[in-house]
């Protein structure tokens, strides 16, 4: 089972910026899409932005324009650029891969502390 670790988390104040980065174990040229997922507290688990084996990226709309998703395969890293943070962005970030052999399967992270207060 592949491992993906995720960094970069933090407190920052509104305005900020973070970057986080999730490095995998294995080359992420197995995942066909890879990507970032939230959680805040008592809320469900959503989806902020991914990226595909070829460099397609979508984005939620709520960090639209903000966030910016990337990749470095040679590093095995994915990577959320965080601009223009507010406290709605506070949450644990989740790394997540999508991978497809005999089925489906995903992989994820446990996730790094985000933390957008002044």
């Known amino acids: 089972q592949v491992q993906l670790v995720e960094s970069g988390g933090g407190l920052v104040q509104p305005g900020g910026s973070l970057r986080l980065s999730c490095v995998a174990s294995?080359?992420?040229?197995?995942?066909?899409?890879m990507g970032w997922y939230r959680q805040a507290p008592g809320n469900q688990r959503d989806m902020v932005a991914s990226?595909?084996?070829?460099?397609?990226?979508d984005y939620s709309e709520s960090v639209q324009g903000r966030f910016s998703i990337s990749k470095d395969n040679a590093k095995n890293t994915i990577f959320l650029q965080m601009n223009s943070l507010n406290p709605k962005d506070t949450a644990v970030y989740y790394c997540?891969?999508?991978?497809?052999?005999?089925?489906?399967?995903?992989?994820w992270g446990k996730g790094t502390l985000v933390t957008v207060s002044s």
């Open positions: 997540f891969g999508d991978s497809q052999g005999f089925s489906f399967a995903r992989s």
């Open positions: 990226i595909t084996h070829g460099g397609s990226t």
């Open positions: 294995e080359t992420i040229t197995k995942f066909y899409r």
